[in-house]
């Protein structure tokens, strides 16, 4: 085994704290679990907290694929000052009078709730997004300000928790829940809220409470980690909702040296409910056989000896499932495994 790698092949769900960087986060991982390979999915700003899915030893090859289509947050819009960060990190480049209006908790409730549909969203300047290669928020660091095209959003749900008319400094937060489609900046949408409501705003607060399967009562703490070791991986075969088939050894066999299998050579099953504990085994009341046929296209978890062994994917016309990847020993469905 080569310097740095411990040998786990496994899944955690961190609660980042605020104050961090999501690095700082990966880097605080290396070092509770002797690894070197750590990658996280999903970066959190610095200032907010909570959900970040974080990818151990060879398990970092399933990063592209937990990268969630929506996310849930908790926000605290604060009224009255634009920032260049659009957050309270940033530097105050714009103040403005707070409307009456907004101190209404019933035009705030159903502003919010306006919120709900699709939308072009412009990015914040202080964002990871490439363009030509560069990034937008070092580019701005560096007084660059580069174009960063809108992009399509959706926004599933949003509702108003509460109104402070004193918060930090004196001024107005709406606090609210959002829950968003991949790539929406809940920054931008704190600074387009302000534009639309005529009073600059930003991101006072934020704390992520889901990314796709993974929630935050799923998460544990930098400090818990260092207690607990990997007797904290959580079992990527739910994190993913990919149905998925249990090999048996002339199987797994096959799929570990990455050759394709007929199609109709999986029995695909399905979750019953959602449960953390639900697909330990086949023999557990979370699991029920599919009761439909692949799909073209369908991408499919295969499972060897309760780990994680393989991706595979339905090649319709050739009636095969081919390999999008394979991990070598496979990953860890969790201590409960």
């Known amino acids: 085994m080569k310097r740095g790698e411990s040998g786990l092949s496994l899944v955690l769900g961190m609660a980042k704290p605020s104050g961090m960087t999501s690095h700082d986060v990966v880097g605080r991982v290396r070092r509770a679990l002797g690894e070197r390979r750590v990658g996280h999915t ?45 957050d309270a990190e940033g530097e105050v480049i714009r103040t403005g009078e707070v409307p009456a209006r907004l101190y209404d908790e019933a035009f705030a409730a159903r502003f919010v709730a306006g919120l709900v549909g699709p939308s072009r969203q412009l990015p914040p300047v202080y964002s990871a997004i490439k363009v030509n290669g ?55 949408l ?9 009073c600059p705003a930003h991101v006072d607060a934020l704390v992520r409470t889901a990314s796709g399967a993974l929630e935050l009562a799923d998460c544990v703490s930098l400090e818990a980690l260092e207690g607990l070791g990997a007797r904290a991986a959580l079992d990527p075969v739910r994190l993913l909702g990919l149905r998925f088939a249990y090999l048996d050894e002339a199987a797994e ?38 009761p439909t046929a692949p799909e073209a296209g369908e991408r499919v978890a295969l499972i060897a000896r309760n780990r994680l062994l393989a991706l ?26």
């Open 134 to 188: 560069r990034k937008a928020c070092d580019e701005a660091r560096r007084g660059n300000v580069i174009a960063i095209e809108p992009r399509d959003i959706e926004v599933y749900g949003a509702k108003l928790l509460s109104i402070d008319e004193e918060g930090p400094g004196g001024g107005l937060r709406w606090s609210a829940a959002f829950h968003v489609s991949k790539g929406t900046y809940i920054r931008a």
């Open 312 to 337: 595979y994917e339905l090649d319709q016309q050739a009636a095969r499932f081919k390999p999008c990847c394979v991990f070598q020993g496979g990953i860890s469905r969790g201590a409960g495994a």
């Open 42 to 86: 999903g970066t959190l700003d610095p200032l907010a907290s909570g959900v970040l899915p974080v990818c151990v030893g060879s398990a970092t090859r399933l990063s592209p694929y937990l990268t969630a289509e929506d996310k849930r947050y908790e926000v605290a819009v604060a009224f009255g000052a634009a920032t260049d960060t659009d």
């Open 253 to 290: 066999r096959a799929v570990s040296n990455g050759a394709p299998l007929p199609a109709d050579a999986l029995a695909l099953c399905e979750r019953s409910r959602r449960s953390a504990l639900a697909e330990l085994c086949a023999c557990t009341s979370g699991v029920m056989d599919s």
């Open 190 to 198: 704190a600074r387009d809220m302000g534009r639309d409501l005529g």
